[in-house]
């Protein structure tokens, strides 16, 4: 008896939309070695911007040095730091770059564990942002501290005379938080990194190949090395989550313990961690626009992987949009007063340029992310990415320097506050600091991860084989056209 | 022991490396096991580690011991660097706060599971170690090979076997 397969027209139309094929992330013509060859080509010859970016970054750092030891020789007060402004810029900068650090980790785990195959291509400079961002971080932690020999009290580790430091302290959570998620980053970028370190080290010569040949620990690929890497690889990324999740809720107790209006809203933790995703994300776009263009990796940082990357950033910017309101509104119509006071003379007093610089690059900006032309044209997205993370900066920024000028004690009050050249002249440094290494890794190891993007483009073509209409798996069965038996 | 000769197959198509492995599996050459075939590749290919017998990962197991192992010791080390200023006076507050205290416990938990994990997974590579004489650089760009260790005189056998498909080069090693 002959039977027909989809002879009605109809259900013809019905299955050929069935197997309409996504939007591919990369294009269908990358070979494996090409991406050996584009990747490794990347840490030999970037274009003349790369040099550009990395000297600029190393003029910034070196002010920043300066800066440094000129308030190291001529004591704290040249920052402008006293009662009550004693945070400033230093603790301002370090919880924006921590917020920094945050995404990078946090999404290539997450978006491993849910197996999302676009973050193959950008997973790995993400990473290393999160692991330069935290070491930037850890040094406005010891500017700020003055003696800055003396960095140790702030880990759980005895004194002298035997006093170990107070648990019960925030700022030694902080330090212990920070330190466990810099390792645990560390950790994983690297192990994440040994199969393409082996790659180098098969394809370089001379010092480099010593390096890669050292690092790569004698890689060989075997079934047995990737079977325990998987494993390995997922179950790091299971304990990544909770951690990014945790260290940056412990950040926000550091504010909400103390005793200081306007830092005691219940949604502080989750409003931090969004915060932190959100200036991580934009930072996550910033270096995408960059590295696709100086180490020309047009064929990996797509534009449909761009566009995932900006709904991300787009809803996470939406979710702490609502999170700061919720506090606004909580603080507007709950019963303290003091922070009632606090928050009206944050968007009415001194500072109120910030406040609202923050509302306006924080909050309004995202929404120019829905338009296609700004989504397309990456000189202006490269611009808007910039200002989101300077909206995220003044929001640390009015976090702090307002709540300290008026707090709960009259005779402290202070106004007009502005930090000195010093202090911004170590935020410039820690600028040029995390550029400077950032540009420097991704000079000497690969940062796009060459055997995950291998991975990619096999489930392509496996999906594309599968993704065959109907007809053509006819045609190839050897079945008459119409699909007729 | 006896000596044991070497030979490598290095295969462009996967599904040709697929073959090669099942028809190994059922060759019946006397003295061979799945166990002495090594699958080496560019990317994991868990389709093709199917056909070889089953082998365990145990890193979870170290997983579990470490994140049992870190919380436990840093809060008693906690809990006993603070009960050691036993006679300070603490004004009504307990000694050993356990509701913060429980900060410090988490973040060792995650650390001492983190490091049990890249520890057990470093020795389950056996990394550090050195490369096999046989490696072929070609196989961290695009190619699979099939390593099989076999007795000397089995070894044309095996050849023949993964020669049947396709390999685009085989080379061995027979003086092991």
């Known amino acids: ?485 | 022991m006896s000596k044991q000769a070497v030979t490598l197959a290095l295969y462009a198509d996967p599904d040709e490396a697929a073959g090669a492995l099942k028809e190994l599996r059922n060759c019946g050459v006397p003295g061979f096991k799945m166990d002495d075939v090594i699958i080496k590749s560019p990317i994991d290919h868990p389709e093709l580690s199917e056909l070889l017998n089953h082998r365990p990962v145990y890193i979870q197991l170290f997983t579990l011991l470490g994140v049992l192992f870190g919380p436990t010791t840093g809060l008693v080390l906690i809990a006993s660097a603070q009960a050691s200023f036993i006679y300070q006076s603490r004004g009504g507050r307990p000694i050993v706060p356990f509701p913060p205290d429980m900060v410090l416990t988490y973040e060792l938990f995650i650390l001492s599971g983190v490091l049990m994990t890249v520890i057990s997974t470093f020795i389950a590579m056996k990394l550090p170690g050195n490369r096999s004489p046989l490696y072929n650089a070609s196989v961290s760009e695009d190619k699979i090979g099939i390593l099989v260790k076999a007795k000397p005189e089995n070894i044309p056998q095996i050849d023949e076997i993964l020669g049947r498909h396709n390999p685009t080069e085989i080379k061995g090693d027979h003086t092991r």
């Open chain 1, 1 to 485: 008896m002959s039977h027909s397969v989809h002879s009605h027209p109809q259900l013809d139309v019905q299955i050929e939309r069935k197997f309409v094929p996504k939007a591919k992330d990369l294009g269908p013509d990358v070979s494996w070695a090409q991406i050996n060859k584009d990747v490794l080509r990347s840490l030999e010859k970037p274009r003349p911007a790369f040099w550009i970016i990395f000297f600029s970054a190393l003029a910034l750092f070196s002010f920043g040095v300066y800066c440094e030891v000129y308030q190291y020789q001529n004591g704290m007060g040249v920052a402008d730091l006293n009662n009550p402004q004693v945070w400033g810029l230093y603790i301002a900068t370090f919880i924006f770059w921590i917020g920094m650090g945050h995404s990078g980790t946090l999404l290539s785990a997450l978006l491993h564990i849910i197996h999302a195959d676009w973050r193959k291509p950008i997973y790995r400079y993400s990473e290393a942002m999160t692991t330069f961002t935290l070491l930037t971080a850890a040094l406005f932690v010891m500017v700020h501290l003055g003696r800055v020999w003396q960095f140790y009290y702030v880990v759980a580790y005895p004194n002298e005379r035997w006093v170990w430091p107070n648990f019960t302290s925030p700022l030694v959570w902080d330090a212990t938080a920070i330190g466990t998620y810099l390792t645990s980053s560390l950790l994983f970028l690297y192990m994440g990194m040994i199969p393409d370190l082996a790659i180098c080290r098969d394809n370089a010569r001379g010092a480099r190949r010593a390096l890669y040949k050292f690092l790569s620990l004698g890689w060989q690929g075997t079934d047995r090395q990737w079977g325990n890497f998987k494993v390995a690889y997922m179950t790091m990324a299971c304990f990544l989550m909770p951690l990014a999740v945790s260290v940056h809720s412990i950040v926000s107790t550091d504010f909400a313990v103390s005793q200081n209006p306007g830092w005691h809203v219940t949604s502080f933790p989750p409003y931090f961690v969004l915060g932190a995703l959100y200036s991580g994300c934009s930072g996550i776009i910033t270096l995408f626009i960059v590295l696709r263009y100086v180490f020309r990796f047009e064929a990996y940082m797509t534009q449909p992987i761009l566009n995932k990357l900006i709904k991300m950033t787009f809803a996470i910017a939406m979710v702490w949009t609502y999170l700061d309101l919720i506090e606004y509104a909580t603080t507007w119509y709950g019963s303290d007063e003091v922070a009632k006071a606090d928050l009206v003379y944050r968007a009415t007093g001194d500072y109120a340029l910030q406040f609202w610089g923050m509302i306006f690059c924080a909050m309004v900006m995202p929404f120019t992310l829905l338009i296609r032309y700004v989504r397309h044209n990456y000189t202006v997205l490269l611009i808007i990415s910039l200002i989101l993370n300077l909206g995220m900066w003044l929001e640390r920024f009015q976090i702090i320097t307002p709540t300290f000028a008026k707090s709960h004690y009259p005779w402290t009050w202070t106004s007009h506050w502005w930090p000195s050249w010093v202090q911004w002249g170590m935020v410039a440094g820690s600028f040029g600091w995390f550029t400077m290494l950032f540009m420097l890794y991704c000079k000497i190891f690969p940062s796009v991860s060459m055997y995950e993007v291998k991975e990619m483009v096999h489930e392509q073509n496996l999906e594309g084989k599968l993704a065959q209409p109907v007809s053509e798996h006819a045609h190839e069965a050897g079945l008459p056209e119409g699909g007729q038996a």
